[in-house]
């Protein structure tokens, strides 16, 4: 893949420690640490491996990545390697992806909260599908599915909602047969939003209670009860956004479905246009009018900001299974569904298993395009010392 000619590397470098030790004084070591590493990704500073094509003998000294999660240029190994992982899991049903999206006056509190908020979010969109599948009114089947969680819109603003993604059916009750869903719909959206909203309130509540939130600055009136209770029953009072696709495509469409939601960041490289005179300019896509693409400028500093405001705690779990794909039951549960569905587990494949391990050792000759292979690891300093000495102009 060619390289962007613009990336989020580029702009961090710009803004340079003006930025880290400037007027920002929000910035914490937390967000030091991911602007370093996304500076330093595949450059000297962090050293490299020399590569020789098996073919014709080319050789080629490669940048290691800094491999950070909020890196928008290390994802596509780390989603490969999860998708060929997934592969062997994925039933031959049809699939549905499900929405589940807090209300805007939510933001503040969960940047300020957001390993409770977060896990709130996944844990009440995951009971109430669990839930409502399982009503015999609607579906009455035991469900599995894994949600991802995205914190973020088009113009980088805070915007939390999670990414369901479900098989269009699931186990019956008594584990006795496969339930498949109707053929347009899964599950009713109206019926997902009520119940998702009391389910995330009423925790919220207790939370409040428990007194594990946070109030700073202009929150710091919602830690009063009276005053916290009446946000809660204006929040109440709202329709929570709850969006279903139409049941769709088999396991191989679901997989390449997948890689488009499970290892995304804030912005891809792809998406900057142009940065000149200290501002940033992106396209992003405007839902509100057919998704027409539309460019978006800011002031560099603004642009980081909005960036670092979708960090997630440390060692928070962003990709999580529920129901019969819940860790603790999919060794039994999994291969029932196989079963009932009349069909046999897809065994991981040579090329899954090569792509789950040595995604980063192999790629493409430039002059033959023969395998490139790893030959030797190159510390920085070995890198420095292997660099052609620089030109200085004659005195």
């Known amino acids: 893949m060619s390289r962007p000619p613009l990336e989020v590397a580029d702009l961090v470098r710009a803004a340079g420690n003006a930025f880290i030790e400037g007027s920002c004084k929000w910035i ?40 950070n999660r909020h890196c928008p240029k290390c994802q596509a190994g780390a989603r490969d390697r999860w998708l060929a992982a997934r592969r062997q899991e994925l039933l031959p049903t049809r699939y549905v992806h499900v929405v589940f999206t807090l209300p805007g006056e939510l933001a503040p509190l969960a940047l300020q909260n957001k390993k409770l908020i977060y896990d709130l979010l996944f844990r009440t969109s995951a009971e109430t599908l669990l839930e409502i599948a399982g009503d015999p009114k609607h579906l009455g089947a035991e469900i599995g599915f894994f949600s991802v969680l995205h914190t973020w819109n088009q113009k980088l603003g805070l915007h939390p909602h999670v990414h369901c993604v479900v098989p269009a059916g699931g186990l019956s009750l008594d584990h006795t047969h496969w339930i498949r869903s109707h053929q347009a719909f899964f599950l009713p959206v109206k019926v997902l939003g009520r119940v998702f909203r009391g389910k995330f309130v009423a925790a919220l509540k207790r939370a409040f209670q428990d007194g594990q939130l946070d109030f700073l600055g202009g ?16 929040l109440f009072r709202k329709d929570w956004v709850v969006y279903s696709k139409r049941p769709f495509g088999g396991p191989e469409h679901v997989l390449h479905y997948l890689g488009r939601y499970t290892h995304r960041v804030a912005i891809s490289n ?19 009018h057919y998704n027409e693409q539309k460019l978006m400028t800011l002031a560099l500093d603004e ?28 060794a039994t549960t999994l291969p029932l569904c196989f079963q009932l569905l009349g069909s046999a587990a897809t065994p991981p494949t040579e090329q899954d298993s090569s792509g789950a391990n040595n995604a980063s050792d192999l790629w493409l000759c430039p002059k033959c395009g023969g395998p490139m292979m790893v030959v030797e690891r190159l510390t920085a300093a070995e890198i420095q010392l292997r660099s052609p000495p620089m030109l200085t102009a004659a005195a």
């Open 270 to 288: 792809h998406r900057l246009v142009s940065f000149a005179d200290g501002k940033v300019s992106f396209r992003w896509r405007d839902s509100a």
């Open 303 to 330: 642009f980081l900001r909005r960036f670092l405001l979708h960090l997630l705690p440390k060692g928070f779990v962003r990709i999580r299974n529920f129901g019969f794909l819940a860790n603790r039951k999919r």
């Open 219 to 234: 929150l710091q009136p919602l830690a009063q009860p009276k005053t916290f209770s009446s946000w809660l029953r204006t």
């Open 28 to 67: 914490t070591g937390k967000h030091v640490k991911v602007l370093l590493a996304i500076a330093r990704c595949r450059t000297a500073a962090l050293g490299g491996h020399l590569d020789e094509c098996t073919r014709c003998g080319h050789r080629a000294i490669s940048y290691n990545s800094c491999r």
